[in-house]
């Protein structure tokens, strides 16, 4: 069988370590437009049972392991079309414009998304760099190197990243919210006021009160204008909006008004032989229910491990994502999923919420610390919606477990009762996120 992946990233090289872990025989070919593998980005784990004394042995998987394993990768060849019929693509060699056809017995769209910058004059400049994934946010740093001023505009998780990153670097930052509190559509009000007092504590200067305007480049570094005044610094870090790179697509499978890719609960598109994953397609969010496009690495290489089985005969079901994010700011972990109260309402949920703080583990040991916790449900089914914390103590981990249970439509009292681990040195009797279940128990039980 010949398999052919349209896009040399993150989700198409990890489709391609997959099939070829399970089935080696398989012939598969990547194509990309790009020259290079980006060499930043692509650090591809790759479980190998072959050859190893413990099974499900860990290695790291770069493109030339990828191409030992059998992968043929073709960079710097740009593809022009697809006839689903035939079941060919057609590619031309960027260097010397030649034109070939290559038949495929399964086509992986894997394309990434591309940047669209807002709509702010100025945007343009060498001063200027847009950002929209962890790709995009190292090169940002490396860009950098030799600025000191740096503004970073936007109010999401990779953007507050990358705000500590250069805090880490001793850059002086200006973060701007664009009138917003600080990560408003992923936490509530109370985790923005003491996000705000970290940053701030550690000499982030964070304008949330004002919008920019313009950026204006002053020879020497990027003038951010806003509605109520101007900031200089040496460079700005814009966050862009994600759209699908799917136009060549157009006629070939079915596509929505955005030019998203439609696929099934197995990632296959309209036509069953041609697949889509990555920043092609969406992503299916279990707290609504419906398909998002809303592209992560960690939602493509799933989708690319999933369709690696599928694509060879079997079917496996995409379980869709509850969005979980997590950073580290100044040594204050914050932790979130789902939906935040406020997006719950919304979504037309008949939603509830409640905020407790409580140590991770007994008072009576050596140390201990609190735990900032918030939790979301429907007060029709009790089912839970969101969760957030924030601690100094690493709670990222813990949401995993509520993810688990927004996947599985579970309640609050399975949150807040179900059997958990009792360690001292670890957590309580009842474990904090027990706690949080048992409290929001408690409010649905007195309303």
Request: aromatic letters at 6%; a negative charge; one cysteine or more.
């Amino acid at each position: 069988m010949r398999v052919i992946i349209i896009g040399c990233t993150f989700a198409g090289m990890t489709a391609a370590s997959q099939i070829l872990r399970s089935h080696p025989e398989t012939e598969v070919t990547i194509y990309d437009r790009n020259a290079v593998v980006p060499s930043i980005t692509y650090d591809i784990n790759d479980y190998d049972d072959q050859d190893a004394e413990q099974p499900r042995l860990r290695t790291e998987l770069s493109s030339d392991q990828l191409s030992i394993k059998g992968a043929d990768i073709k960079m710097g060849f740009l593809v022009m079309g697809v006839d689903p019929v035939q079941k060919t693509i057609k590619v031309m060699g960027m260097l010397d414009d030649t034109t070939s056809e290559e038949y495929y017995d399964k086509l992986i769209i894997a394309t990434d998304s591309r940047n669209e910058a807002p709509a702010l004059k100025g945007i343009d400049s060498s001063n200027v760099t847009l950002i929209k994934d962890q790709q995009d946010a190292k090169a940002a740093l490396l860009l950098s190197a030799i600025d000191q001023q740096i503004a970073v505009i936007g109010n999401d998780p990779l953007s507050l990243g990358l705000v500590d990153a250069y805090r880490q670097k001793g850059k002086e930052v200006t973060l701007f919210t664009n009138g917003e509190p600080i990560l408003h559509h992923n936490f509530e009000e109370e985790y923005s006021k003491r996000a705000l007092t970290i940053l701030t504590a550690a000499n982030i200067k964070v304008v949330t009160d004002e919008h920019v305007t313009e950026l204006d480049d002053n020879g020497i570094g990027i003038t951010v204008a806003t509605d109520s005044g101007s900031y200089s610094v040496s460079r700005a870090i814009v966050m862009a909006d994600q759209k699908p790179d799917t136009s060549i697509f157009e006629g070939v499978v079915k596509l929505d008004e955005n030019g998203i890719i439609n696929v099934n609960e197995f990632l296959q598109t309209s036509d069953p032989n041609i697949y889509a994953i990555g920043g092609s397609t969406t992503i299916h969010y279990n707290p609504t229910g419906k398909d998002i496009y809303k592209p992560q690495p960690t939602e493509a290489v799933r989708q690319a491990a999933i369709v690696a089985h599928n694509i060879t005969g079997e079917q496996m079901k995409d379980s869709g994502t509850q969005l979980s994010m997590s950073l580290n700011l100044d040594g204050t972990y914050m932790a979130s999923l789902g939906l935040t109260f406020e997006r719950a309402k919304e979504a037309g949920f008949n939603a509830d919420v409640v905020t407790i703080e409580d140590n991770y583990r007994p008072e009576f040991m050596p140390t201990t610390t609190p735990v900032l916790m918030s939790l979301i449900w429907d007060k029709d089914t009790q089912q839970i919606l969101g969760a957030q914390m924030m601690s100094k103590h690493d709670i990222s981990e813990t949401l995993s477990l509520i993810s688990l249970c927004i996947q599985n439509q579970n309640t609050i009292e399975f949150l807040g009762m179900y059997d958990t681990m009792f360690q001292p040195n670890f957590d309580r009797p009842f474990n904090y996120v027990n706690i949080l279940g048992q409290a929001a128990m408690a409010k649905a039980g007195t309303e």
